[in-house]
């Protein structure tokens, strides 16, 4: 199995710009997690699915974030309009089970906002 | 202005001996617990985990320790090498929910 896979590695957008972050779980994985990592706050869990379906988005930083899980093997994680401050390294994770077994990192999306 | 950055504590090692990394969860339901480790510019990569109805569990060179009482996780990595350097996480998971929460991390720095 090739892993968790994000896309793009690196993205460079200007403030006010619409981003999207793209993400794969392994296959057979029906949890997926939203982390972001920060100089400042370190990894942060923004969201988590199961079964496709959001658990809980208290972590997503304000209304300017948004993730979906259209189905099992695709997510994505929008940022509008983007600003500096979301700045960051974006990674998603995705685990066999919810709760109990480890997750699976991808190597993140490396955002940067000017 | 300058922002300021988490404060990663750094532990030093000469290749060759133990490492050990400590780490202070905050959750007492926590029931599970797991050691990442962070090369640059890479994921988390999963070491070992650990339940909380056990205190010990050993890997490949790695042992996790759990003491409840105080609320305290370790990894102790025998034999340090040059490959082992990168930050290290705990991350744990609270009874009922579904969260894996992280600590700051620790640099780990092995000297040839």
């Known amino acids: 199995d090739a892993g968790v896979i994000q896309s793009p590695r690196h993205e460079v957008t200007e403030m006010g710009q619409e981003v999207t972050l793209r993400c794969k779980p392994i296959?057979?994985?029906?949890?997926l997690f939203w982390y972001r990592q920060t100089m400042m706050r370190g990894l942060e869990l923004l969201i988590y699915?199961?079964?496709?379906?959001?658990?809980?988005d208290s972590g997503m930083p304000e209304d300017r974030f948004s993730a979906k899980m259209p189905n099992a093997s695709f997510s994505t994680l929008k940022i509008q309009p983007s600003e500096p401050r979301d700045s960051a390294v974006y990674f998603c994770?995705?685990?066999?089970?919810?709760?109990?077994?480890?997750?699976?990192f991808g190597q993140g999306t490396r955002l940067t906002v000017v | 202005g300058e922002s300021v950055g988490l404060h990663l504590p750094t532990l030093s090692v000469q290749e060759g001996d133990n490492s050990i990394i400590n780490c202070a969860y905050s959750?007492?339901?926590?029931?599970?617990f797991i050691w990442y480790k962070q090369e640059s510019g890479k994921g988390p990569q999963f070491i070992i985990d650990?339940?909380?109805?056990?205190d010990k569990r050993q890997g490949q060179r790695v042992t996790v320790l759990l003491n409840k009482t105080v609320k305290h996780l370790s990894l102790q990595i025998a034999a340090t090498q040059p490959g082992d350097s990168a930050v290290y996480f705990c991350?744990?998971?609270?009874?009922?929910?579904?969260?894996?929460?992280f600590g700051t991390g620790t640099r780990l720095k092995v000297l040839a």
């Open positions: 994770a995705s685990s066999q089970a919810l709760g109990g077994t480890e997750a699976f």
């Open positions: 296959s057979g994985h029906n949890s």
């Open positions: 699915f199961n079964n496709n379906v959001p658990i809980d």
């Open positions: 959750n007492s339901a926590s029931d599970y």
């Open positions: 650990i339940r909380s109805n056990m």
């Open positions: 991350a744990e998971k609270a009874s009922g929910t579904y969260k894996y929460i």
